[in-house]
T-cell receptor
């Protein structure tokens, strides 16, 4: 049961570019939207997360933009580096109810030197 | 701080055989999860424990999958008998609040 749709499936950018990954959700009860980064052979690791009371959150080179009315949120990576090459997953859940956390299908990002 | 530990990292079995995966969560994390991640897809929750009680196992194929967390710490996930479509990475995770911490996963190939 997919409740979080993620696009694109894959993305290739040059070093210094700004890749943008988009997600859309269906359940209006979701109120916690994390992004996870996964390197090959490793488990996903929390990168950044946002709650719907703000429209943007920035942590270092990573920014989440959130549009509550459109039920969409996106991840922007500023000044991307080859070390950012990984698979990125968006997710959504109801705060305090992690068993309802739904993951997107993932975006495989390649940053070329 | 030690992360979520899982073993074995890799396992190849024939269909209809059984396999068991072990997980040790981060110390102090009462909530433990088992996720299945099929290649090219996001993690899908199989079962969630709060201490040694099951919170949600609605997506666990109970005819072949079982999981336990007897003392509220370590957990095992068992598949018996395995099918080809069970080939996936089995991720154990634990959480404190909303942040879920994943292990490196146990890669299962069923041939």
């Amino acid at each position: 049961q997919q409740q979080v749709k993620q696009s694109p499936q894959s993305l290739i950018v040059q070093k210094g570019g700004i890749p943008i990954i988009n997600c859309a959700y269906e359940n209006t009860a979701f109120d916690y939207f994390p992004w996870y980064q996964q390197f090959p052979g490793k488990g996903p690791a929390l990168l950044i997360a946002i709650r719907p009371d703000v429209s943007e959150k920035k942590e270092g080179r990573f920014t989440i933009s959130f549009n509550k009315s459109a039920k969409q949120f996106s991840l922007h990576i500023m000044d991307s580096q080859p070390g950012d090459s990984a698979t990125y997953f968006c997710a959504a859940s109801i705060r305090g109810n992690n068993n309802d956390m739904r993951f997107g299908a993932g975006t495989r990002l390649t940053v070329k030197p | 701080e030690a992360g979520v530990a899982q073993s074995p990292r890799y396992k190849i079995i024939e269909k209809r055989q059984s396999v068991a995966f072990w997980c040790n969560p981060i110390s102090g994390h009462a909530t433990l999860y088992w996720y299945q991640q099929i290649l090219g897809q996001g993690p899908k929750l199989l079962i969630q424990f709060q201490n040694n009680g099951v919170v949600d196992d609605s997506q666990l194929p109970k005819d072949r999958f079982s999981a336990e967390r007897l003392k509220g710490v370590d957990s095992t996930l068992k598949i018996q008998p395995a099918k080809l479509e069970d080939s996936a990475v089995y991720l154990c995770a634990s959480s404190l609040g909303n942040t879920i911490y994943f292990g490196e996963g146990s890669w299962l190939t069923v041939v």
